[in-house]
């Protein structure tokens, strides 16, 4: 059908005539409720009015950027990459992904599982709330669609395949490239203006050169390397989370891209929710567990990943026979240790554009207090210039943690 965009009414009644949702409801009669606060697009959760806990979620992109508005065109083509995005994760790794009810490229829609036991991670984190099963989770999520779509493990045909049916997401990852790397590092429409005007941290920012020219080296490989399916966008707004499960949601950004940006985009966050502990909460607790956190993950995705690679003794990359053993284990210890290091980079990046670019964190940008949101700022920009800057040298997943201890 001709794509429309749907509302609390009319995406009733689309749904209504889809089997396998209504097979879901039975008889029940629908109401819709929208609840997306993202930056990109429209989600609504589908209820029974006679079972509230009976829900679906739809979410339908639409032709412009959301939170900006409709004079800022954006391709609604990007649902289409979220959806193959979501299959291909989920035929690696089920448990992670929610379950799909219904899929449509025409309408740029998907209807997925409603996740009413879980909260999107930010918001639980910022709470304060230890989530102990994150890192294994987390860690195992990235490691498996890492290496599972890489030439580590794929045969050469395979690789080619991937990123043909993902790099024509070209809308997103020129947004990425403009919003994540250049725009909030200069004077700029888009950023955030009336905390640029008169901010001497901010002309300080977009006078570093060091800092910038070190940002152009990541861009460049995040435009030219093609190692693994990425879900894009890997923040804690993206995954929902509960005591013993952890989802991750929203893949639109998905594109054969640099194995250290997702891990690089979920390290910034994590550090952001560091610093609104530091400067907001002072709950040093909560920081702690934080930073034992960001190391368990590190370190069980570098295990993980050697793990899987030992499983699999021929790819695009590797004949078998081709190292001797001694080589061939310090070669893959090396490999992982410079996806860390990239990662580090790719969170400074991270990091540092979500204070004046145009989409912010709310850890940072949320902060009502002026003096502890600049305080805030300070922090995260202390912080995110070492990783940029010393991300090459990095050998060790303490050095990071005492960049981070270090910036208060």
């Not at 679906?56 to 639409?62: D, E, M, T």
């Not at 790397?181 to 888009?190: A, D, K, R, V, Y």
């Not at 152009?216 to 190692?227: A, G, P």
């Not at 899987?308 to 893959?332: M, P």
Request: glycine share 4%.
């Amino acid at each position: 059908m001709d794509y429309k965009k749907l509302d609390k009414t009319s995406v009733i009644e689309y749904l209504s005539n889809i089997k396998k949702i209504m097979a879901y409801f039975g008889s029940d009669d629908l109401v819709a409720q929208e609840i997306g606060d993202g930056n990109l697009n429209y989600v609504y959760k589908i209820s029974s009015v006679q079972n509230p806990q009976k829900a679906l979620i739809a979410k339908q992109a639409v032709p412009y950027l959301r939170c900006v508005g409709e004079e800022f065109p954006l391709s609604r083509e990007r649902m289409t990459y979220e959806i193959r995005a979501l299959q291909k994760f989920y035929n690696i790794l089920p448990s992670f992904i929610p379950n799909l009810y219904h899929t449509s490229e025409d309408m740029s829609l998907v209807v997925m599982e409603y996740l009413g036991n879980h909260i999107i991670m930010r918001k639980g984190l910022m709470e304060g709330v230890k989530y102990e099963k994150f890192s294994e989770h987390i860690s195992t999520y990235m490691s498996a669609m890492l290496f599972y779509t890489s030439s580590l493990y794929l045969k050469s045909s395979e690789k080619r395949a991937i990123i043909a049916e993902f790099n024509s997401n070209i809308e997103l990852c020129k947004l990425t490239e403009d919003l994540v790397f250049s725009f909030p590092f200069m004077e700029h429409e888009t950023n955030d203006n009336e905390n640029v005007k008169n901010n001497p941290q901010a002309q300080k920012l977009f006078k570093d050169m060091e800092f910038k020219e070190k940002a152009l080296e990541l861009k460049y490989r995040f435009m030219t390397q093609s190692d693994a399916l990425l879900h894009g966008d890997l923040h804690t707004g993206s995954i929902m989370i509960n005591e013993s499960q952890t989802y991750v949601i929203d893949p639109e950004f998905a594109f054969v891209g640099p194995f250290g940006f997702d891990i690089g985009a979920l390290l910034a966050n994590l550090v952001n929710n560091y610093i609104y502990h530091e400067v907001v909460t002072k709950d040093k607790d909560f920081q702690e567990w934080l930073l034992m956190s960001i190391k368990e993950i590190l370190e069980k995705f570098r295990d993980k990943f050697l793990d899987f690679w030992t499983e699999h003794k021929e790819s695009a990359l590797l004949v078998e026979g081709y190292l001797d053993s001694e080589t061939l284990v310090r070669y893959k210890e090396k490999f992982v240790k410079n996806i860390i290091k990239e990662s580090v980079g790719y969170a400074g990046v991270k990091m540092a554009r979500r204070i004046y670019g145009v989409a912010g964190v709310t850890e940072i940008r949320g902060i009502e207090d002026k003096e502890l949101r600049a305080e805030a700022e300070k922090i995260a920009l202390k912080i995110a210039r070492e990783f940029v800057i010393r991300y090459e040298k990095i050998n060790s997943v303490d050095e990071i943690l005492e960049i981070v201890k270090n910036a208060g």
